[in-house]
């Protein structure tokens, strides 16, 4: 299993970022996908996640912390086995290293981190 997140960076506060998860290595299709962020001194958290969908759902089924919602948009590209965070209207209190994750029966896998950083 190999997850790999990249996209983040500085930005102005109302600004955006999208990041993206390249997934190996897994049936990325039938697999709950999630984007958790840390920041410092604090716990991981959850911010988002998309579980697989049907034909009717074909993206998936997404939900999101109260604090990223209306703001971010979780959605995952089965054909390119990627997961994407479009992140919008972003705040200083967002600024965090942003983890992809994969929810497998062996457990919890995660990509390496991508830093975000909300900043004037």
């Known amino acids: 299993v190999q997850l790999v997140d990249s996209g983040g960076g500085l930005v102005q506060p109302g600004g955006s970022l999208r990041l993206s998860c390249a997934a190996s290595?897994?049936?990325?299709?039938?697999?709950?996908m999630a984007w958790y962020r840390q920041a410092p001194g604090k716990q991981r958290e959850l911010v988002a996640r998309?579980?697989?969908?049907?034909?009717?759902?074909?993206?998936?089924?997404?939900n999101y912390a109260d604090s990223v919602k209306g703001r971010f948009t979780i959605s995952r590209d089965n054909a390119k086995n990627t997961l994407y965070l479009q992140m919008n209207i972003l705040k200083p209190e967002d600024t965090a290293v942003y983890y992809c994750?994969?929810?497998?029966?062996?457990?919890?896998?995660w990509g390496q981190g991508t830093k975000v950083t909300v900043s004037s």
């Open positions: 994750n994969a929810a497998l029966g062996s457990g919890n896998h």
């Open positions: 290595g897994i049936n990325f299709s039938f697999t709950m």
């Open positions: 998309v579980i697989p969908g049907d034909d009717l759902t074909p993206g998936g089924i997404p």
